[in-house]
């Protein structure tokens, strides 16, 4: 099985690298380096396998440069995509308007279902916003909103990214059983 996810933001320097990276165990913090364009990391996670025989899946993932100049390359970034994860910064509220923007454009035109989408408020080290006081509003609200924090609690976001990665391949094979049993039947 075989599953592509998008990793997104229009923010540059809201950690979508750095996340990344810890998420496929890939390499440590570095300096920050804008991302040009997409950055494509292929891992498997010893966690996640597909349900029927047990063996692993293959992920992509997708680490989108945040900087608006790469805009003209989303069409080609969302096609095909089997899941996307929104990271914003967690100390900047005003970025919710845009959220629901890439929201609208990346999950629902493509019609992905919300559980295929994931927001993930990124805590960077020495920011003070604690998670209490973040409230989103209709649609956003609907989706899976978790908190990482690298430096505090990095398994949390660790976890929380399994059981994603785990509901992605349900709903990737589950629309190929039906695509399956379409031309069966
Ligand atoms: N120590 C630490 N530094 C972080 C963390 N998140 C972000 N940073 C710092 O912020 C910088 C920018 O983060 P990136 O992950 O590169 O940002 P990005 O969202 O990929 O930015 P673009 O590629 O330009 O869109 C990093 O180089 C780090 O220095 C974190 O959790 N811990
Ligand atoms: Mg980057």
Not at 149 to 164: A, G, H
Request: hydrophobic share 35%.
């Amino acid at each position: 099985l075989f599953s592509k996810e998008l990793l997104l933001s229009s923010f540059p320097q809201s950690g979508k690298t750095v996340l990344a990276n810890f998420l496929t165990e890939s390499s440590d913090i570095t300096e920050y380096n804008p991302t040009q364009g997409v950055r494509i990391l292929e891992f498997e996670n010893p966690h996640v396998t597909s349900n029927t025989k047990g063996t692993g899946c293959e992920f992509e993932l997708w680490d989108c440069g945040g900087d608006p100049k790469f805009e003209s390359c989303w069409p080609a970034l969302m096609k095909d995509s089997h899941g996307v994860v929104i990271v914003f910064n967690a100390d900047l509220p005003s970025h919710l308007k845009e959220i629901e923007m890439w929201y609208s454009c990346f999950v629902q035109q493509q019609f992905l279902q919300d559980t295929q989408c994931l927001l993930i408020a990124h805590h960077k080290p020495g920011s003070g916003s604690d998670k209490g006081n973040l409230t989103l509003s209709p649609p956003l609200n609907k989706l899976k909103l978790v908190h990482s924090n690298l430096e505090d609690d990095p398994e949390e976001i660790r976890l929380e990214f399994i059981k994603y990665l785990k509901s992605i391949i349900n709903s990737v094979s589950e629309s190929r059983d039906r695509e399956e049993m379409s031309i069966i039947t």
